[in-house]
């Protein structure tokens, strides 16, 4: 029997399968450097995470329509679901596409909103929607988005969040944008403590983080773990994703164990899957051996999902 799985952190553009993207891209008439799947394979060996967050941005420049981002909700529920998914919050960068290449906003929530619905439906997965600002993203634009995102939350968008290499600036400047989404009823779920230290994680708190994304280096200061732990903050561990760009040089240095140890909330995630080569039961087994079971993954994946009550209640184990 499969077992139940709560996945929290997730960037639908980056659980898209190569051939998948490739044919995306060719009906867009959005070229990609490469054309067959060996050559994607070959351009996701990534050096370090700036190299990432370059090929990131480069590949999934070609969605551009509401039903290339509805097939990525749904394609992506249809694998977790087949791995035991019961629920997941899929991160999309809206941002990036209407600054890029002028798509509206409603194109790509729309899209998005449609494929969670589908999701469910089909395969029998909640999907909630968290989208992601990026740091160094034009603070106007980021407030526009911060807006979107909360008219839409009536669709399944519960919360925002910020992504990028940490290292490019301070959260400081989406102040506005983070308080327009939580008096709209959003949670704040940024990235911090993946690139950067202890020092981002305590401004992503300061900001009225709920949950963080990564924040696997707050084992750097034993006060801010314990603080993380006192207050319950569910770190969303992506363990694949931080050797593959480089920020754990091997899994068997990776900090899971620490954080365990000092009683922090760990669920688990692919964070982008397809580029990875990763995926929810491969994620399991790795943080099974890091001494995180499958009991304790769902249980910090339940609490800290962004669900509402009659959702959790059935989620309940």
């Not at 070229?31 to 990131?56: C, K, N, S």
């Not at 929530?109 to 997965?125: I, L, P």
């Not at 924040?215 to 363990?239: F, H, K, N, T, Y």
Request: proline share 5%; net charge negative; glycine share 10%.
């Amino acid at each position: 029997m499969t077992t139940k799985k709560i996945e929290l952190h997730v960037h639908l553009e980056g659980s898209i399968q190569p051939r998948t993207l490739l044919e995306i891209a060719r009906r867009n008439h959005e070229p990609l450097p490469v054309d067959t799947v060996e050559g994607l394979a070959e351009l996701y060996r990534f050096t370090d995470f700036r190299h990432f967050i370059e090929v990131w941005v480069m590949t999934t420049n070609c969605l551009r329509t509401a039903d290339d981002f509805r097939q990525v909700v749904v394609d992506y529920a249809r694998q977790a679901a087949g791995q035991g998914a019961v629920y997941l919050e899929g991160i999309f960068s809206p941002a990036e596409r209407v600054e890029a290449d002028g798509i509206g906003w409603d194109e790509i929530f729309t899209g998005y909103c449609e494929g969670a619905v589908e999701a469910e439906e089909h395969f029998g997965v909640t999907v909630r929607l968290t989208p992601d600002l990026y740091r160094g993203c034009p603070v106007d634009l980021a407030e526009e988005c911060a807006r979107v995102a909360v008219r839409y939350r009536d669709r399944g968008v519960v919360g925002l969040g910020i992504g990028g290499d940490e290292r490019r600036g301070p959260l400081a400047p989406y102040g506005k944008a983070v308080r327009i989404a939580q008096d709209g009823g959003l949670a704040f779920v940024p990235h911090a403590g993946e690139t950067a230290g202890p020092e981002s994680i305590r401004e992503a708190l300061d900001l009225g983080a709920v949950r963080l994304r990564h924040g696997i280096r707050a084992v750097e200061d034993p006060q801010l773990l314990a603080e993380i732990v006192d207050r319950s903050v569910v770190l969303d561990v992506c363990p694949t994703s931080n050797v593959r760009t480089g920020v754990v040089r091997d899994l068997s240095e990776h900090p899971l164990p620490r954080l365990r140890e000092a009683g922090a909330l760990c669920s688990i995630n692919t964070d982008d899957p397809a580029m990875f080569g990763t995926d929810l039961n491969r994620e399991h087994d790795v943080a099974a051996g890091l001494g995180l079971d499958a009991s304790a993954a769902y249980a910090a994946g339940l609490a800290g999902a962004l669900c509402d009550d009659a959702v959790r209640a059935r989620l309940l184990p």
